[in-house]
């Protein structure tokens, strides 16, 4: 079974992924835009923050720059579709890969070591909680914090505004809603989200690497598919929460599947799960309606 | 009022499938006036109504609404002015937002969004006093999702939604013609008590010559991308089908073919 320290451990990065959840929830679902720049933005979020860290900086404050930079990249990608009418998959693609440079000149070799600066984790160890509870704790206000804000942005008249673009492009526009400063402002800030947990992820991970984005927006999509399979997202609220316990059901499903010493899996072995993972959470609701359906047609 | 003066526009210039939508298309509507438009396929309603609403711009001329040239501006800077009715029932409205989150956005149509909560307590009287009007039950159910309504039902809520906020031109663009012809009735008068009360200038598209005649204060006859004819007042007054048919070929001095004129 899991040992405690392999439980805190996928609930603390269940907690990161959730944020990145919340981004993909933004742009996939709230405006169907097919984002694939977290790839880059996650590692950007990360790099910003090692790199200012090192240098010093108070690390929240470090942590709000990573945000700026994620909400750029985001918006860089959201102007090439915009503005210049590239496909926004591919327009997502373009940035993505211009970030692994952008994010190898910000840190200025492949990887930053962070265990000995002071992070936004330090002042919490004082707290005489366990050392793996730590990080949990923090992660979990992050996330609430971020989730209400997020909640009460969506239920605003910009946020309404911004969720009918997604829904109906052309009702948005006959009621006077600039559809395409919409789609900057929440490609912005669904990247942002994700270079917020870019930055708390090599904290807590005491590393900033330039592969680390590297399936990132696999692992979001199977939170928020996940999620959405476990809690239907009929409102905002539910959408959101979908997305927390999504990452958190999929941190724990990963670390259950490499420490059952039985299906002999190995860390290697991890995107292969992943892959499966997304593979049932899209097919498994509809399996659950096919059954449904066998049994209502066998009544009747 | 609103304007439109010599407007041109042709799809797909320079290319096989060149199609002039509008070839100097021009006409005035003035406050508190209802222009019903008629025409066959291919005359130029949509493009006319697209080109007044900002969603194709047109390749010359200019239109004025209310002493201001809009003619380059996007729909949403627009939006303040003119409001619409769509003819798919399921473009006018969000069918994943609650009935009031519609109305909510449509009650902010054309002015600036901000971050206070969309949905405020003080406009719940006004929604559910509105939604009574149409009689279809519509007040109890301000939290139910847009997609669980009919056709019927969410035109008549798009009609509500175009006038919830004053504009200067309400332009339908064969807003009845995917009902059912009770429900398409019932959206007619629902256009008409609306428009009158109020006294909103309005411009609907129609496929119906009966209607066009029995419904306004103006008809309009489109042909080829150009206005064959506009009649108002006496001369409008028991004018039948037939007569229009008339006008029609005594103006352009050719024979109507199009089955489509004569259906209504």
């Known amino acids: ?300 | 009022m609103i304007s439109a003066t010599d407007l041109r526009l042709t799809f797909g210039k320079g290319t096989p499938l060149e199609n002039p939508a509008l070839r100097g298309m021009s006409l005035t509507v003035n406050q508190g006036e209802f222009v019903t438009v008629i025409g066959s396929n291919g005359a130029g309603k949509s493009t006319f109504l697209n080109a007044l609403a900002g969603e194709v711009m047109v390749d010359s001329g200019q239109i004025i609404v209310d002493n201001q040239d809009v003619t380059r501006l996007p729909t949403y800077k627009r939006a303040a002015r003119v409001a619409r009715v769509f003819q798919d029932p399921l473009a006018g409205t969000c069918e994943n937002l609650s009935i009031e989150e519609n109305l909510a956005l449509a009650i902010k149509r054309g002015q600036r969004r901000g971050l206070s909560a969309a949905v405020k307590r003080q406009y719940l009287g006004q929604f559910r006093e509105s939604l009574s009007s149409l009689k279809l039950g519509l007040e109890s159910r301000l939290g139910d999702k847009m997609g669980l309504l009919s056709g019927g039902q969410r035109q008549a809520v798009s009609l509500l939604m175009a006038s919830l906020t004053p504009s200067s031109i309400l332009l339908l663009d064969e807003h009845t013609a995917a009902l059912d012809p009770k429900t398409a009735a019932f959206v007619l008068d629902l256009t008409e008590q609306i428009i009158e009360e109020q006294k909103l200038t309005a411009l609907m598209v129609t496929h119906s010559m009966k209607q066009a005649l029995e419904v306004g204060s103006r008809t309009v006859m489109l042909h080829q991308g150009q206005v064959v004819f506009d009649i108002a007042g006496k001369d409008r007054e028991g004018l039948e089908v037939k007569d229009l048919l008339g006008l029609f070929e005594k103006q352009r001095g050719l024979q109507v073919d199009d089955d489509s004129l004569l259906l209504g």
């Open chain 1, 1 to 300: 079974m899991l040992s405690e320290i392999a439980f805190y451990g996928a609930l603390e990065t269940g907690l990161i992924y959730g944020l990145v959840a919340f981004g993909i929830y933004i742009s996939f679902r709230v405006l169907d835009f097919p984002d694939l720049t977290v790839d880059g933005s996650f590692p950007l979020g990360a790099a910003v923050a090692a790199v200012l860290l090192l240098e010093g900086w108070n690390p929240w404050l470090a942590t709000g720059c990573a945000v700026l930079a994620g909400m750029a990249a985001g918006a860089v990608t959201a102007i090439l579709n915009v503005k210049l009418n590239i496909l926004n998959l591919l327009a997502s693609i373009l940035t993505m890969i211009a970030l692994y440079s952008v994010n190898l000149r910000i840190m200025g070799r492949p990887n930053i070591a962070l265990l000995t600066e002071e992070t936004v984790l330090t002042p919490w160890y004082d707290l005489g909680l366990d050392y793996h509870q730590v990080p949990v704790l923090l992660f979990v206000i992050v996330v609430f914090v971020s989730l209400i804000l997020l909640w009460r942005f969506m239920k605003s008249e910009t946020g309404l505004a911004m969720r009918a673009t997604g829904a109906n492009a052309r009702m948005a526009r006959a009621q006077g809603i600039a559809t395409g400063g919409m789609i900057i402002l929440g490609v912005a800030l669904s990247n942002g989200l994700v270079g917020l947990a870019g930055a708390l992820f090599a904290q807590s991970q005491g590393a900033a690497d330039v592969t680390m984005g590297v399936g990132v927006i696999v692992i979001g999509l199977a939170s928020l598919i996940g999620g959405e399979a476990v809690i239907t997202p009929s409102t905002v609220i539910r959408a959101l929460l979908a997305c927390v316990i999504g990452a958190i059901i999929y941190r724990l499903a990963i670390a259950f599947a490499l420490n059952a010493d039985i299906l002999g899996l190995q860390a290697q072995d991890l995107n292969l799960i992943t892959a499966v993972l997304v593979t049932l959470a899209i097919v498994l609701p509809g399996v659950r309606t096919n059954i449904a359906n066998r049994f209502t047609r066998k009544k009747a």
